[in-house]
């Protein structure tokens, strides 16, 4: 998709706060700074739109972001950040679960693992509870640039294995500086979102 509008529209916590157009929504999830930011900055073409963060646990709201009046991303609060009282990590549980599994606009989930580290248990957890709900899940190694090509086989095979994944289950690596990875994404996120036709 060619992308020259982006608006975030609106920062939820709660169902009656998302929006009503009805355009079919693809969800990012990851841990604090995976580069869910960067991602979505490059997929909309824009430097620095999408909020980035110094801060791990800094996005604490469904961040859904309008893109060219036909889809939207929205941006899921991190997880895995422990300077986030245990309160708080169940408010925001409580809301993420809502959203993913009660929305109906929800078309598919593109969870960030780092390439550089093996899946923790976050990590783990996140994609199997996203299994459990049936929900299509698209994994994508983030920060691929700071590996070695010749290494990349043994990420995808680690990143696979630790994390349960089946032959069927798509894995890309990403890397935001070069932009690899790019069109893969798009391609399936505009299957997803509208069956390829795009």
């Given at each position: 998709?060619?992308?020259?509008?982006?608006?975030?529209?609106?920062?939820?916590?709660?169902?009656?706060?998302?929006p009503?157009?009805?355009?079919?929504?693809?969800?990012?999830?990851?841990?604090?700074?995976?580069?869910?930011?960067?991602?979505?900055?490059?997929?909309?073409?824009?430097?620095?739109?999408?909020?980035?963060?110094?801060?791990?646990?800094?996005?604490?709201?469904?961040?859904?972001?309008?893109?060219?009046?036909?889809?939207?991303?929205?941006?899921?609060?991190?997880?895995?950040?422990?300077?986030?009282?245990?309160?708080?990590?169940?408010?925001?549980?409580?809301?993420?679960?809502?959203?993913?599994?009660?929305?109906?606009?929800?078309r598919?989930?593109?969870?960030?693992?780092?390439?550089?580290?093996?899946?923790?248990?976050?990590?783990?957890?996140?994609?199997?509870?996203?299994?459990?709900y049936?929900?299509?899940?698209?994994?994508?190694?983030?920060?691929?640039?700071?590996?070695?090509?010749?290494?990349?086989?043994?990420?995808e095979?680690?990143?696979?294995?630790g994390?349960?994944?089946?032959?069927?289950?798509?894995?890309?690596?990403?890397?935001?500086?070069?932009?690899?990875?790019?069109?893969?994404?798009?391609?399936?996120?505009?299957?997803?979102a509208f069956?390829?036709?795009?």
């Amino acid at each position: 998709m060619e992308v020259n509008n982006v608006e975030l529209v609106m920062s939820a916590v709660a169902p009656e706060q998302y929006p009503t157009t009805g355009y079919p929504e693809i969800a990012f999830v990851g841990r604090s700074n995976v580069g869910k930011s960067s991602l979505t900055n490059v997929l909309i073409n824009r430097r620095s739109y999408a909020r980035t963060s110094s801060q791990p646990g800094k996005t604490q709201t469904l961040n859904f972001y309008n893109v060219e009046d036909q889809l939207y991303f929205v941006d899921v609060p991190g997880y895995g950040y422990a300077k986030v009282s245990q309160a708080e990590r169940e408010r925001w549980g409580q809301m993420i679960e809502t959203y993913l599994t009660q929305r109906e606009q929800l078309r598919g989930v593109i969870q960030l693992v780092d390439a550089r580290h093996e899946p923790t248990k976050d990590d783990i957890q996140m994609f199997q509870w996203l299994a459990y709900y049936d929900l299509p899940t698209l994994v994508v190694a983030t920060k691929a640039d700071k590996i070695p090509r010749s290494k990349w086989n043994k990420v995808e095979s680690t990143m696979r294995k630790g994390l349960g994944m089946t032959p069927d289950n798509p894995l890309l690596l990403f890397s935001a500086p070069q932009k690899m990875g790019k069109d893969a994404i798009w391609d399936w996120i505009e299957t997803q979102a509208f069956g390829g036709q795009n």
